[in-house]
């Protein structure tokens, strides 16, 4: 069973009908990973109680399930713990979930808790959790475990970028679009991600001309993308093109005040945004 060809990560309630649907002809361990992934789509909906009950349900029925079962639980009660901002209480279910899938040869499901321990656990002890991933998914054969590699270089770049090594953080989204054009069946909005990432991090290293080619590019090719036009408007501004950068500033605020984690997570940038385009 292919869970993942049901999920549309960006649209979560879509997501939890199709895994109820498939719910409805569904048998044994199938049926029971299936919740746990009608679990996910419910806390990513931040539907919290019915999460937490869906996984109830699950363990009261897994005392014979096997691996791929327990794991599945395990990682996505850290999953919900986390996103419900209990990130310390999540941190054992995902070192349960890393154990039980490298026991059993999962290795998709291990680079995956590898990976969760890695955005969890924050500063510099993030590096080694996602190179244990990064280690799991390019020895692996599995072409679900290889396609960690892209996502967890791309956040390990964030990682060094916050903590401030900034050609360390170029060097590995470099990587990371190298991993994602070399896909089986490329993701276009994933490379078009990669791509701009790639130019956040020139700006970093002070490379704006080769930065703002690079978001030029993406303007031209579209969707109209307000994190494009932001990062077009610093680069104008750190290039001491204070006019031209101040309509890029305004598209920007424009597509970004209907961001709703931006606007929960950042007000601050959206506030300097207004005030740069005024």
Do not use: K
Not at 1 to 29: H, I, K, Y
Not at 148 to 156: D, Y
């Amino acid at each position: 069973m292919d869970v993942q060809a049901l999920w549309d990560f960006d649209q979560p309630a879509e997501s939890e009908q199709r895994f109820r649907t498939a719910l409805t002809g569904a048998t044994g361990a199938d049926a029971l990973v299936l919740r746990t992934q009608l679990a996910r789509a419910l806390g990513l909906q931040r539907r919290f109680d019915e999460a937490t009950a869906e996984l109830d349900a699950v363990a009261s029925r897994s005392g014979d399930a096997g691996p791929l079962v327990r794991t599945y639980l395990a990682l996505e009660r850290g999953r919900v713990l986390r996103s419900s901002g209990d990130a310390a209480a999540a941190q054992p279910f995902f070192l349960a979930a890393l154990e039980c899938a490298v026991e059993a040869g999962l290795d998709a499901l291990a680079a995956d808790a590898a990976h969760m321990m890695a955005i969890t656990v924050g500063g510099e002890e993030q590096i080694g959790w996602a190179r244990r991933a990064l280690e799991i998914a390019e020895a692996s054969s599995d072409p679900q475990a290889r396609r960690w590699i892209a996502s967890v270089t791309h956040n390990l770049g964030w990682t060094m970028h916050d903590l401030g090594r900034h050609d360390e953080a170029l060097s590995l989204w470099e990587r990371a679009l190298d991993a994602r054009l070399a896909a089986p069946s490329p993701d276009a909005e994933a490379v078009r991600v990669a791509h701009w990432t790639v130019a956040r991090g020139l700006r970093s290293v002070g490379r704006y001309h080769d930065a703002l080619a690079i978001q030029q590019s993406l303007v031209e090719n579209g969707p109209a993308d307000g994190y494009v036009e932001e990062e077009l408007g610093e680069l104008l501004l750190a290039l001491d093109r204070a006019e031209e950068a101040r309509p890029h500033f305004a598209r920007a605020h424009a597509l970004l005040s209907t961001d709703t984690w931006l606007m929960e997570s950042e007000p601050a940038r959206l506030t300097r945004l207004a005030q740069l385009a005024s």
